[in-house]
T-cell receptor, first 110, second 113 residues
Framework: QKEVEQDPGPLSVPEGAIVSLNCTYS??????FMWYRQYSRKGPELLMY????GNKEDGRFTAQVDKSSKYISLFIRDSQPSDSATYLC??????????FGKGTLLTVNP | DTGVSQNPRHKITKRGQNVTFRCDPI?????LYWYRQTLGQGPEFLTY????????KSRLLSDRFSAERPKGSFSTLEIQRTEQGDSAMYLC???????????FGQGTRLTVV
């Protein structure tokens, strides 16, 4: 079993839809949970991170962490075609090494 | 541009050749990381520097791989005797002191033919 599991999709939604992206993990030592966005042939771009359990909102993006279930989510409201990209969840513990999911390919259709 | 800079952006090499990639982190970022990403996968950790000290290396980093960060500034990643399985995107990231965020460069895409 991989430490971080993420459904690779692909996921296709109409413009304006609410998108839900999810990851599960097995390592209880993970404390920091990140979401990165990666456009084709580009490096990952950090969207947001949360520490421990709870919610965090940034504009149209909301990140949720449920440590009891070892489950994290990213919600995108009012999705736009420019949101079309691969979304990567990443996690780390007390060291600085990030463990990534496979990424979910999202397409938002106009 | 004050982001993480990686050179070259693309490299095509013949199997058995040595290649070297360079990463220039964001100014005053003391932590620097190398990751490898293959098609359809998330980035995988290779190694990590705090200033000039290499603090952790992944088991993925075989004896053919070596990374340096002289004087705690730029870093190089060298692959000796390249194999077709080394074909991937090599990503560098850096972090400032006391923060969680890691900022990635655009990567170097290596193709071994």
């Amino acid at each position: 079993q991989k430490e971080v599991e993420q459904d690779p999709g692909p996921l296709s939604v109409p413009e304006g839809a609410i998108v839900s992206l999810n990851c599960t993990y097995s390592n209880s030592a993970f404390q920091y949970f990140m979401w990165y966005r990666q456009y084709s042939r580009k490096g990952p771009e950090l969207l947001m991170y949360t520490y421990s359990s709870g919610n965090k909102e940034d504009g149209r993006f909301t990140a949720q962490v449920d440590k009891s279930s070892k489950y994290i989510s990213l919600f995108i409201r009012d999705s736009q075609p420019s949101d079309s990209a691969t979304y990567l969840c990443a996690m780390r513990g007390s060291n600085y090494k990030l463990t990534f999911g496979k990424g979910t390919l999202l397409t938002v259709n106009p | 541009d004050t982001g993480v800079s990686q050179n070259p952006r693309h490299k095509i090499t013949k199997r058995g050749q040595n290649v070297t990639f360079r990463c220039d982190p964001i100014s005053e970022h003391n932590r620097l990381y190398w990751y490898r990403q293959t098609l359809g996968q998330g980035p995988e950790f290779l190694t990590y520097f705090q200033n000039e000290a290499q603090l952790e290396k992944s088991r993925l980093l075989s004896d053919r791989f070596s990374a340096e960060r002289p004087k705690g500034s730029f870093s190089t990643l060298e692959i000796q005797r390249t194999e077709q399985g080394d074909s991937a995107m090599y990503l560098c990231a850096s972090s400032p002191p006391g923060t969680v965020e890691a900022f990635f460069g655009q990567g170097t895409r290596l193709t071994v033919v």
